[in-house]
């Protein structure tokens, strides 16, 4: 069995956390510079507020809707997701760190009552952090991931939904259209309704192994794991992804540091090959490494890094991630079970977005060597290139909220 | 899990137990003590811990002054008498947890209790382990 956990409007819910005010209210969030829409509370896109739309267009919409409107603030977001994934590490021993607010948990060999179990992991979450989560439990990830969407759906779900009778679902799935299924994209999606298959109960009943001659591999094992038949581990799936980590539990326990470094420096390789593969740049990497939970005194760390130029250069991730180890991660004394790097801010290779005051590639590895001084002058987690940078950054996203977990000026302010 | 780390507090209270003199190495050296870290005396569930920041004078009596940090532990269930964290109509307030009377109450006479079921939105945020106060200008923050 496995376990998905993926947080509500994970944007907007993390501006919701420190902020009681906004709760419950529709909010969204922009991209980079402001340009777009990228996410939305509940409450915003029951107005019919579209995603991925250009802000300036939908301004004055947003104004008289009274809808309230932040810039991304990837260090609350790098920092809040940090802290859902360690505590989901409560609930199994293997768990894979999906996407900023998406999480896999293996349920192997563990015999519970699986909806009460479903319903701890919220209540937990949403205790200990603030986030509100769905959770979908199910035998496969295909499985896992559309029971999540159900469990969010449906209100008599209640953010749980476990789909373990197959069979007794197929009610329901002759309702969710084929491309709400993970890794069915809007190209096969296209061609499945060419060939009438429409819901995902039309696409289970195909035979895999035709599918397989007909369309692709993937096609196919999707059609496996909609059958309850595992195709995908954890670490495996079949689509690229939004965000990329790459973290895994170690042997052995690792007790120093360059061995830390040295195994966070081949989780950052493999994660900037993934990168590259889908012709990506990175601007925000987090980094992370913990005793895990199952320990007498658990200890966990996290770090987030803002580049000041987006990369895709292995060399300087590689590097910025055994800094953070080093200087903010590293605890003598623990016994490190698990670490990993991940990914969390991308944007395609082109368009790149320049304004006037983006430094250029050529001078990336020389405000390489800023960011790095400036975690070793901080200890701090978030750090900026340089001060002159970090107004440039301001200046285009003047939404920010304050980066309350991150920074000591920008702490919640509670009334006494 | 990261709160911001206070490592800066490991090198003031760090000490060692074995002296630097020259020589052949002693068998104590093994065992490294790891030093003092506030992170550790401080905060238990790092991940569900938030640091907040006081504004005002209700809280004057339980030691708690206007500009404070506030250690938040969210994952503690509240008693009877903890200091919480609410928030209440919106706003985050810090106040006593009385539970048998569903107030919250200041530690201030000028400020009246607020009875709980009065607040039109009320939910607890967590739990305030400790604060921390400066009493030195020119300190960091």
Request: with cysteine; hydrophobic share 40%.
């Amino acid at each position: 069995m496995f376990a998905l956990i993926d947080c509500n409007s994970f944007f907007a819910s993390c501006e919701q956390v420190f902020r009681p005010d906004l709760r419950g209210l529709p909010v969204v969030i922009l991209s980079n510079n402001d340009g777009c829409i990228v996410a939305r509370s509940m409450e915003a896109k029951a107005l019919g507020i579209p995603d991925l739309e250009p802000y300036f267009k939908l301004k004055s919409q947003l104004e008289k809707n009274g809808v309230h409107v932040f810039s991304s603030n990837y260090e609350l977001y790098g920092d809040l997701s940090n802290r859902v994934m360690t505590t989901l590490e409560k609930f199994s021993p293997d768990i894979e760190i999906y996407s900023i607010d998406e999480c896999f948990l293996s349920l192997k060999g563990m015999n519970m009552d699986l909806p009460k179990y479903g319903h701890l992991i919220r209540k937990t979450v949403m205790k200990n952090t603030g986030m509100p989560v769905g959770v979908g439990i199910a035998p496969t990830k295909t499985l896992a991931k559309l029971a999540s969407r159900i469990a969010k759906d449906s209100a008599k779900c209640e953010y749980v939904c476990v789909l373990n009778d197959i069979k007794s679902w197929h009610a329901v799935f002759r309702k969710i259209p084929v491309n709400k299924v993970w890794g069915i994209g809007r190209r096969i999606t296209k061609r499945l309704s060419d060939n009438q298959i429409y819901s995902v109960y039309d696409l289970m009943k195909q035979d895999s192994r035709q599918m397989k001659k007909s369309y692709n591999v993937n096609v196919a094992r999707t059609i496996d794991e909609l059958n309850g038949i595992e195709c995908y581990g954890l670490e495996q799936a079949p689509e690229p992804k939004k965000q990329i980590f790459s973290t895994r539990s170690f042997g052995q326990k690792i007790i120093n540091c360059s061995e830390l470094e040295q195994s966070v420096s081949q989780y950052a390789t493999r994660a900037c090959v993934k990168l590259r593969q889908q012709k990506h740049l990175v601007k925000t990497i987090t980094v992370f490494a913990s005793s895990g939970h199952f320990v007498e005194h658990p200890y966990s760390r996290s770090a987030v890094i803002k580049l000041s130029t987006p990369t895709n250069d292995s060399r300087q991730i590689i590097s910025v991630a055994r800094q953070a180890i080093r200087n903010v991660i590293f605890r003598q004394g623990v016994r490190f079970a698990r670490a990993g790097v991940g990914l969390i801010e991308l944007q395609p290779e082109k368009p790149e977005q320049l304004d006037a005051f983006s430094p250029t590639q050529t001078i990336k590895s020389k405000e390489l060597m800023v960011v790095m001084d400036e975690i070793n002058k901080r200890h701090c987690p978030i750090v900026f290139a340089s001060q002159g940078l970090d107004q440039n950054w301001k200046m285009n996203r003047n939404l920010k909220s304050p980066s309350y977990t991150t920074r000591w000026e920008d702490l919640p302010r509670v009334r006494t | 899990m990261k709160l911001i780390p206070l490592s800066y507090s490991d090198s003031v209270l760090r000490f060692f137990s074995s002296s630097v003199a020259a020589g052949f190495p002693s068998p104590a050296d093994d065992y490294v003590e790891k030093g003092l870290s506030l992170d550790e005396l401080l905060i238990q569930h790092p991940s569900a811990t938030y640091l907040v920041r006081a504004e005002g004078d209700s809280m004057l009596g339980s030691g708690i002054f206007s500009n404070d940090i506030l250690i938040v532990d969210r994952s503690l269930t509240p008693k009877n008498r903890d200091i919480v964290i609410a928030a209440i109509d919106g706003e985050l307030t810090c106040k006593y947890l009385n539970l048998y009377l569903r107030q919250l109450v200041s530690a201030n006479p000028k400020y009246p209790p607020i009875a709980i079921s009065d607040a039109a939105d009320f939910i607890i945020e967590g739990v305030v382990t400790s604060s921390i106060r400066f009493h030195r200008s020119g300190l960091p923050l």
